[in-house]
């Protein structure tokens, strides 16, 4: 695919030429500077936007569906300030379900991601980590085959972090859902990704598989090579040179 922007007179390639292919049931991080094309790419994975040239196979169970087999979880939590925290993971589902329905699933996805004690606290009452969980309920709801994550963990602090990286690799191995997680922290990228597909400029600068169990310790000595790999797919091997 390839998705260009005006920019004035001039036109900028926020994705030029990518070509990726993701596996019901994987587990892709894509890891990139500020710029390099990584929330375009979910916005078009996503259907908010088209792409200028190129397309998007989807699977039937995906394509019939529509809109609501692929989640979207963003960098900020977007909750609804005037709802609890079980209400705006029911949110989504008013309508479509009956309320027996809704509040069971509800209750099973709040139990899923250790926030039944939140349910009734409005998004103002809770830390930044339990109302990223919120949000992320809040996609789970609608039963996504495939779910997009825009730099979820980015404004949280490191400890907080680390620990929604474990429950989102433990997520991942109980539901079996197609998972596209994107980031800037390579430790994030290493942490998490069963492959690691490195963005510069909107082209996959490097695509390297990890098979390694999560959850992982990225200070072993193992992981020296793949990150050492990362940095030079980002910033390129001589300038990782100078950076010494
Ligand atoms: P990332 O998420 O990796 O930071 P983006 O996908 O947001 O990168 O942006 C990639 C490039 O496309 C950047 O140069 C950005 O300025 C440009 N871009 C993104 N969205 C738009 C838009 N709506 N209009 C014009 N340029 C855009
Ligand atoms: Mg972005």
């Known amino acids: ?85 079980g209400e705006n993971v029911a949110f989504a589902l008013e309508g479509r379900l009956d309320k027996a329905t809704i509040a069971d699933r509800t209750a099973s996805i709040l139990a899923m991601l250790g926030l039944e004690a939140f349910r009734d606290a409005y998004p103002d009452q809770i830390s930044g980590g339990m109302a990223q969980r919120i949000a992320l309920g809040r996609t789970l709801a609608l039963d996504p085959e495939v779910v997009l994550m825009d730099e979820p963990f980015g404004a949280l602090d490191s400890f907080t972090r680390r620990r929604l990286q474990d429950e989102i690799a433990a997520l991942h191995q109980r539901t079996g859902k197609t998972f596209l997680f994107v980031t800037h922290d390579v430790e994030e990228a290493l942490a998490l990704g069963e492959t690691i597909v490195v963005l510069d400029a909107g082209r996959i600068a490097d695509h390297l598989d990890i098979a390694l169990p999560r959850p992982r310790e990225t200070g072993c000595p193992e992981f020296l090579p793949l990150r050492r790999r990362v940095l030079e797919a980002i910033v390129g091997k001589t300038s990782l040179a100078e950076h010494r």
Not at 2 to 24: H, Q
Not at 67 to 77: D, H, I, L, T, W
């Open 1 to 85: 695919m390839t998705k260009k922007y005006p920019l004035g007179k001039e036109t900028v390639s926020a994705l030029d030429g990518l070509s990726l292919f993701l596996p019901k049931g994987s587990f892709t991080v894509v890891l990139g500077r500020s710029g390099s094309g990584k929330t375009t790419l979910l916005r078009l994975l996503a259907g908010l936007e088209k792409p200028t040239e190129g397309r998007i196979l989807l699977p039937e169970e995906i394509s019939t569906r529509g809109r609501s087999a692929v989640g979207f979880v963003f960098q900020e939590p977007r909750l609804m300030p005037w709802l609890t925290a």
